[in-house]
């Protein structure tokens, strides 16, 4: 059975705080996505990688970092945590390949909370 | 990716099938149609995606309309674990399948006892 984990499914920090959050897939997918959820504005993904060590910017990359220096981990840093990242954070993994359809597999999430 | 619209929400009743619309008339001839669905406090599932030609597999049927404008979603005897956010999307891969997903509002799925 296909198994995304997150670090922790619920998070309490606070402001100017520095956050990490770790995913870890076993499906030896080169593919690796950090999503955020909000009410009313659905998914958006903040980063993905490719590859070890490769990265590229989602649709709102502004105040987070990552990092992947082992292919079956995917790491999401907020640098300084402020009131307006709290929200559900979903990782993701999917296979590369030339032809679909590369389903991304999720985590369960990690409810984020910044006071 | 083309747009596609769907119901707000569906109620079903348990152990009878389960028919999700989705309308996406602006559809290009290479782009992928997928389902997902979200339980509530879980993450988005993969459910099935087609082409052209209807699917099957163990959690539910995909039907695609001949113009390609439409879809329809069967889970073929609905739980009330099927209770859920089902969301269809239209996909044009690049290839290598590092693209992001983008959900809209979806069709949350009520399944009554």
């Known amino acids: 059975d296909v198994k995304v984990t997150q670090s922790s499914r619920y998070l309490v920090k606070r402001t100017g705080e520095k956050v990490f959050l770790e995913c870890v897939q076993d499906?030896?997918?080169?593919?690796m996505f950090w999503y955020r959820q909000d009410p009313g504005l659905g998914l958006r993904l903040i980063y993905f990688?490719?590859?070890?060590?490769?990265?590229e910017k989602g649709d709102i990359p502004e105040g987070y970092s990552v990092s992947r220096e082992k292919k079956e981990r995917f790491s999401l840093i907020l640098e300084s945590a402020s009131t307006n990242q709290t929200s559900m954070y979903l990782c993701?993994?999917?296979?590369?390949?030339?032809?679909?359809?590369?389903?991304?597999?999720f985590g369960p999430g990690t409810r984020l909370t910044v006071t | 990716d083309a747009k596609t619209t769907q119901p707000t929400s569906m109620d079903c009743a348990e152990g009878r099938a389960a028919n999700l619309p989705c309308n996406h008339s602006t559809i290009s001839g290479n782009e992928y149609v997928y389902w997902y669905r979200q339980i509530h406090s879980q993450g988005p599932q993969y459910i099935i995606h087609g082409l052209k030609n209807n699917e099957t597999n163990e959690m539910a049927s995909l039907i695609i309309t001949e113009d390609r404008k439409s879809s329809t979603l069967i889970l073929p005897h609905a739980t009330l674990r099927d209770t859920a956010v089902y969301y269809c999307i239209v996909r044009l891969y690049s290839g290598g399948g590092a693209d992001g997903l983008t959900f809209g509002k979806g069709t949350h799925l009520i399944i009554q006892p």
């Open positions: 499906m030896d997918h080169e593919n």
């Open positions: 990688s490719y590859d070890v060590k490769m990265k």
């Open positions: 993701a993994s999917s296979s590369s390949g030339t032809l679909p359809p590369y389903e991304q597999y």
